[in-house]
């Protein structure tokens, strides 16, 4: 069964610094690409960033471009979002998931599988 993980949310002042990590199981980060989704309050869930499977393509949303760096272990079946500069529109919750990389952009797989989500909290 195919389950993700995520940790590392918190609270932070702006200008802060956060890194989130996705720890996945019953895959491996070859089978799929994989993505980090943002949900602000009483907003839709977005696309942040994404890794393809092959490691050689990674999206970032224009609002987070320069600030925020994905990454991944595939030894640990861990990917990682390094959030720097964080600002108070960063808050939310984070959820990492099986992902298309659709030119730019990042689109959650068909498949539907989502980790629990860690929580991001941005304020002085």
């Known amino acids: 069964q195919l389950q993700l993980d995520e940790s590392g949310g918190g609270q932070v002042q702006p200008g802060g610094t956060l890194t989130l990590s996705c720890a996945v199981s019953?895959?491996?980060?070859?089978?799929?690409?994989i993505g980090w989704f943002h949900q602000a309050p009483g907003k839709e869930r977005e696309g942040v960033s994404c890794i393809s499977s092959g490691g050689g393509q990674i999206n970032y949303a224009d609002s987070v471009k320069g600030r925020f760096t994905i990454s991944r272990d595939t030894a640990k079946n861990t990917v990682y979002l390094q959030m720097n500069s964080l600002k108070p529109v960063d808050t939310g919750v984070y959820y990492c998931?099986?992902?298309?990389?659709?030119?730019?952009?990042?689109?959650?797989?068909?498949?539907?599988?989502w980790g629990q989500g860690t929580q991001v909290i941005v304020s002085a």
């Open positions: 998931a099986p992902t298309v990389l659709r030119g730019s952009e990042c689109v959650a797989h068909p498949d539907g599988y």
């Open positions: 019953g895959f491996t980060l070859r089978d799929y690409s």
